[in-house]
């Protein structure tokens, strides 16, 4: 069969309606629709996979986009849609966001590469596309998560962008409380958002991803089957009983409102990268006239890329420095570092009436903020009026924690010398031998790669503390550092005691991150460590 022609094919073998894609040499495979799946690119007449070293959601939109697939919503962990087979074609992918293909990012090179196919990457988009249209209503009700008298073992997700995502909160005994994150997984995540009626899983969240919680901690090391009904028929170790702290609060990604309940009704939004995507979608509960839910829905989607608020400065010692939050749909939240910069930061000190730019912090230098993280890889030039006609992914899009909060210092109210002044703060550089902010080395080990971790921050090395500390954060050290895959994690100290700062505890890496900066973590300020568990890592030598 020619290749062309295996696009028009689902994971399952049965026919979609075709898409007129204009670059046909990508593919969704194994997964249950053609928008979501293993990520699969043809090269000279053969089909290979693409590696997760450096993967984010930057490089997985340009997939969805350039299957017409909307945005990316997450991003699956390997394996979830299995193992691939073939050549690996592309490993260390880097996305701008703008370009058409995939194919059109940096990488190595095709065929370049240090990976195995358990490392294949897999994208989830939305799906928002002309071909993705349900052919009519059904009579499913459409269930509310939270009802007037709450019986025990409600759940509602709270902090989140919307109803389908934020931190689990069940009820019990009248009150509500939080889940903690121990043995936290996929399986548990799909019983939640079965539950409030936001159809599959596409993620699950630990540290406190969405904010910390308030009350009590109701469930402890949960573990779900993925069949029970609700998350309180999950194995636990009781009500109440834990060894937790609010740091460690779960949260959920749900795809959404049950799409059994979709039906059609046509808009156009105008998306980021200037192109009009005509979406179809409506929510009905089974009466002949839309419901409150259907009205809401509506309005989401006409407003998704036109509402765009204000922007404030938080937590600084002044109107004009601080931790920049802006306000979406009514509701205050913070933005992502990844490639904030200068530029950036020169936006918002004009937007706000501050004067020149003479910083753009990263890494919550002003303090953690709460609810959502609300733009990510924000890409201005400097001259935008405001920061939200800057690229960005997407009102709500990313894939950060409050550890990666943005912030800046302005020089304050306007003046006639402002140019001037913002001229010579950008001639300001650190040091050439001063280590970036997040850099690791091995200490005390017999090479190179191996030995005690410790990370550049603040301008000071300090070490990471054993709590949670397993071979798949010792992966992400060994990638980061050019070492090759992780043979071990060792704690205790096992390469003698660091000094100085203990500049991350609980680590909870997936694997497949950049750094260990981008892992979930507790707050910088915040661990229960001493040196006498300091973390160390053995890597294989290249």
Known sequence: MPAALLLLLGPTGTTSEPALLPFPEIRLANGPSRCQGRVEILYNGSWGTVCDDDWDIVDANVVCRQLGCGHAITLPATMTFGQGSGPIFLDNVDCKGREAALSECWSHGWGIHNCYHYEDVAVICNELSPTQASEGPTSRTLTASVQDGESDGSIRLVSGID????????????????????????????????????????????????????????????????????????????????????????????????????????????????????????????????????????????????????????????????????????????????????????????????????????????????????????????????????????????????????????RGADSAGDHFQEATATTTTSAPTRPKDGSLRLVNGSHRCEGRVEMFYLSQWGTVCDDAWDLRDAKVVCRQLGCGHAVAAWGEARYGRGTGYIFLDNLKCKGHEPSLLRCSHIRWDVHNCDHSEDAGAVCGIL
């Open 163 to 410: 109803t389908c995502q934020g931190r689990v909160e069940i009820f019990y005994r009248g009150n509500w409380g939080t889940v903690c994150d121990d043995d936290w997984g996929l399986s548990d995540a799909s019983v939640v958002c079965k539950q409030v009626g936001c159809g599959p899983a596409l993620d699950y969240k630990s540290n406190a991803y969405f904010g910390y919680g308030t009350g009590r901690i109701l469930l402890d090391n949960v573990n779900c089957d993925g069949s029970e009904p609700f998350l309180s028929a999950c194995y636990s170790l009781g009500w109440g009983i834990h060894n937790c702290g609010h740091h460690e609060d779960a949260g959920v990604i749900c795809t959404g409102l049950d799409t059994s309940t979709i039906t059609s009704f046509t808009t156009s939004v105008a998306l980021d990268y200037e192109e009009t995507l005509t979406a179809t979608a409506t929510v009905t509960d089974g009466r002949d006239q839309p419901s409150h839910a259907t009205e809401v829905v509506t309005t989401a989607l006409l407003t998704v890329e036109q509402e765009s608020g204000g922007v404030r400065l938080v937590n600084g010692n002044g109107s004009c420095r601080g931790r920049v939050e802006v306000r979406y749909h009514g509701t205050w939240g913070t933005v992502c570092d990844d490639d904030w910069d200068f530029p950036d930061a020169q936006v918002v000190c004009r937007q706000l009436g501050c004067g020149a730019a003479l910083a753009a912090t990263i890494l919550g230098f002003f303090g953690y903020g709460s609810g959502p993280v609300l733009l990510d890889n924000v890409g201005c030039g400097g001259g935008e009026a405001r920061l939200a006609d800057c690229f960005h992914l997407g009102w709500g899009q990313h894939n950060c924690g409050h550890h990666e909060d943005a912030g800046v210092i302005c």
